[in-house]
């Protein structure tokens, strides 16, 4: 599917995502523990070596956030039986919970401004998730 008009569109979705993303954050200043939650969520348990290097930060920094989240309730470390050494942090209940708060703040914001667009169906948004879902599913092919 690559014409120019496809790979012009690609980009428009790449920048209207990342901007839709920047829109929740301000209004709903989540913390950085807040894509903690969220990838474990998506991964399941991980060291904090793999959190760090997924959100792109020292292990230091993502060992504050860890241990923040663990504070709160929100995850748990266990000991990795993989590696001795290290330990896997794993989402709670409660951090589940968490998730679920914040997602639903966001999708009331994002609600909210399409009940003003009268031009948007249903099916409009149906077809703007699919997309989204399509780009993000993991490919056969080998290619990410």
Avoid: F
Avoid at 21 to 33: D, I, K, M, Q
Avoid at 77 to 96: F, I, M, Y
Wanted: aromatic share 2%; with cysteine.
């Amino acid at each position: 599917m690559s014409t120019p008009a496809a790979d012009d569109l690609s980009s428009d979705l790449t920048v209207y995502a990342a901007r839709l993303v920047r829109l929740v954050r301000r209004e709903h200043a989540p913390s950085a523990g807040t894509r903690v939650l969220s990838v474990l969520d998506e991964t399941g348990p991980l060291a904090i070596t793999a959190l760090a290097q997924i959100d792109r930060c020292s292990q230091p920094t993502m060992t504050g956030q860890v241990n923040q989240l663990v504070e709160a309730g929100w995850v748990t470390k266990e000991p990795n039986p993989a590696d001795a050494r290290s330990s896997l942090v794993h989402l709670t209940g409660a951090g589940r919970a968490e998730l679920a708060r914040i997602r639903r703040l966001s999708a009331a914001l994002v609600s909210q401004r399409l009940a003003r667009r009268t031009d948007l169906s249903t099916d409009d948004l149906a077809t703007a998730v699919a997309v989204l879902q399509a780009v993000l599913e993991p490919t056969t092919e080998g290619s990410s």
